[in-house]
Nanobody
Framework: QVQLVESGGGLVQPGGSLRLSCAPS????????MGWYRQAPGKQRELVAIIYREIGTNYADSVKGRFTISGDNAKNTVYLQMNSLQPEDTGVYYC?????????WGQGTQVTVSS
């Protein structure tokens, strides 16, 4: 079974940067979207950024201008460059891939923004 492997989380001070990466353990055919969600303690999981193969990218208003999502379609790898991080960005970040066969989620990587 294909798994999504995330990396790049950690502890960073406010104003700092992190880069998250997500790659599948094996090939995924016919992807439709790749993206990132996050879940803060006591809150619901929310969309951070996503790339739709047909229509482009979409960002949560709270991260526009600070985060950049990019992807490698050939490798089905997706990245999230996070700049100017703030304490409210703290949470578990989940990679998400949608294909014509269904959806996959990563196991999550912790991002903590604190001084």
């Amino acid at each position: 079974q294909v798994q999504l492997v995330e990396s790049g989380g950690g502890l960073v001070q406010p104003g700092g940067s992190l880069r998250l990466s997500c790659a599948p353990s094996s090939g995924i055919a016919s992807t439709k979207a790749m993206g990132w969600y996050r879940q803060a303690p006591g809150k619901q999981r929310e969309l951070v950024a996503i790339i739709y193969r047909e229509i482009g990218t979409n960002y949560a208003d709270s991260v526009k201008g600070r985060f950049t999502i990019s992807g490698d379609n050939a490798k089905n790898t997706v990245y999230l460059q996070m700049n100017s991080l703030q304490p409210e960005d703290t949470g578990v970040y989940y990679c998400y891939v949608q294909s014509i066969f269904g959806s996959l989620w990563g196991q999550g990587t912790q991002v903590t923004v604190s001084s």
